[in-house]
């Protein structure tokens, strides 16, 4: 049997990973779950895969978690310390979807263990790609993407050289407001922005993909995990979701992955691998399909991208800052104290009053550097949007 562990069990992700983990109950074991507040979910999906621990990241939870699993035999565990200690137990297999730079620390610590780690949490690679795969390679661990372009590219560079890669596209659904105009969007509430046409997300990456700083991560992931350089990777709007990244060759040929949107395509071929095994979505029927459509990203709506591509050129802890600065901006957007269009301003500045500290750029990446960066970068946020308030 196959151990595995969850981080984020409890969301969208964890859900869908926990889904296809349910099917086959005989080929896993299932160690750590983690979650935040949903006690009770948490709870419930420990006691249906019986796993060892479940954990929920906030002390005040623990109460509460100790009594839904009461009579059952699972530990119970809260806080940072108990999630660092289900990070370190043994697993072959593990999710990373935790919401957010949170989730970078324990997918380290399963790194070291040498696990493979299945990574939907994209920020870990935006924040830290260096240290995240230093960690995998000093320790015989394994990185499989899961964000569903990461995923397409992996799949189709599968037996291919690597040095005949021209260009690499992500697709973009172009969000909630793919069509408003700019006075909409700067109009636009939390509510509008976390509704999306093809996707079921975390609210969260919902409302990133309204801004594209969901794309914006995603071109620096493509760079993180197989090393591309920034000017080989494109975006490209793709309304139907379905074409999810393509593979330009010397040769002019193009390799393109498709498959239905929904996450649990790309969350099994990452548990299956390196093999592929049936996986229970929608096969695609291109005749119903009709139509692919495609168009450029306009720039002038989605400053994110070309702030992702400063970020790259930058490089060092610049990703940290960005990551940071793109949180903090999300929940001032999500607490009504910017608007929708200054999540973008917000980072922009960020990214000017700290680009130049000779630090960021320069020093050696650790776990340390990047968690006091993405703290200075808070906090620099913080005060940005204090004076856009005033
Ligand atoms: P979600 O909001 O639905 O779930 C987030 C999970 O993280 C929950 O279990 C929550 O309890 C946990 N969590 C939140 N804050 C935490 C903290 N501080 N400490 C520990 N745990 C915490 O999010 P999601 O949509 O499932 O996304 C998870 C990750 O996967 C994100 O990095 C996202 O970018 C990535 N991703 C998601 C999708 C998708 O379809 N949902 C697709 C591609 C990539
Ligand atoms: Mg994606």
């Known amino acids: 049997m196959r151990k595995v562990s969850i981080f984020g069990a409890t969301g969208s992700i964890g859900q869908s990973t926990i889904d296809l983990i349910a099917r086959d109950p005989d080929a896993y074991q299932v160690v750590a779950l983690s979650g935040g507040r949903n006690v009770a979910q ?12 479940a954990v929920t990241a906030f002390d005040d939870c623990y109460d509460d978690l100790k009594a839904a699993l009461a009579g059952s035999g699972i530990e119970a ?8 200690g289900a990070a370190k137990r043994p697993a072959d297999w593990v999710m990373s979807a935790i919401v957010g730079a949170a989730g970078l620390k324990p997918g380290l610590l399963a790194l070291e263990q040498g696990a493979t780690l299945a990574l939907a949490n994209k920020e870990s690679l935006v924040c830290a790609g260096e240290l995240v795969r230093r960690t995998a ?3 015989g661990g394994t990185l499989l993407p899961v964000d569903s372009e990461h995923s397409a590219v992996f799949q189709a560079l599968i037996g291919e050289d690597r040095a005949a890669v021209e260009r690499v596209i992500i697709t973009a659904s172009g969000g909630a407001f793919r069509d408003w105009s700019l006075d909409q969007m700067a109009a636009a509430t939390p509510e509008q922005a976390a509704t999306h046409p ?16 969901n794309k914006a991560l995603e071109v620096i992931e493509t760079h993180e995990l197989f090393g591309f350089r920034e000017d080989q990777i494109e975006v490209v709007v793709h309304p139907e979701s379905l074409v999810h990244a393509l593979i330009g060759f010397s040769d002019g040929g193009i390799m393109a992955h498709l498959g239905p949107a929904d996450m649990r395509h790309a969350i099994g071929f990452a548990l299956h691998w390196p093999e592929r095994d049936h996986v ?6 291109l005749t119903q399909i009709g139509a692919l459509t495609f168009r450029a990203p306009d720039e002038t709506r989605y400053p994110a991208l070309r702030l992702a591509r400063e970020v790259m050129q930058a490089g060092g802890l610049m ?6 600065a793109k949180e903090t901006a999300l929940d001032g957007f999500l607490g009504h104290r910017i608007g929708f269009l200054q999540m973008a301003e917000v980072v922009e500045e960020v ?9 960021l750029t320069n020093d050696t990446m650790t776990l340390e550097s990047v968690l006091e960066t993405d703290q200075m970068a ?3 946020a913080e005060t940005v949007i204090n004076d856009l308030q005033t």
């Open 280 to 285: 229970p979505v929608e096969r695609l029927d």
């Open 198 to 213: 093809n996707w079921a997300m975390g609210q969260r990456i919902t409302i990133d993909s309204a801004s594209m700083f």
């Open 351 to 359: 990214l000017a009053r700290l680009s130049s500290d000779p630090c």
């Open 42 to 53: 948490l709870a419930a999906d420990a006691r249906r895969l019986n796993a060892q621990v």
């Open 319 to 324: 990703g940290a800052v960005f990551n940071a």
């Open 77 to 84: 565990a809260a806080g940072a310390g108990a999630m660092d």
């Open 137 to 139: 390679a000093q320790n």
């Open 378 to 380: 808070r906090q620099t």
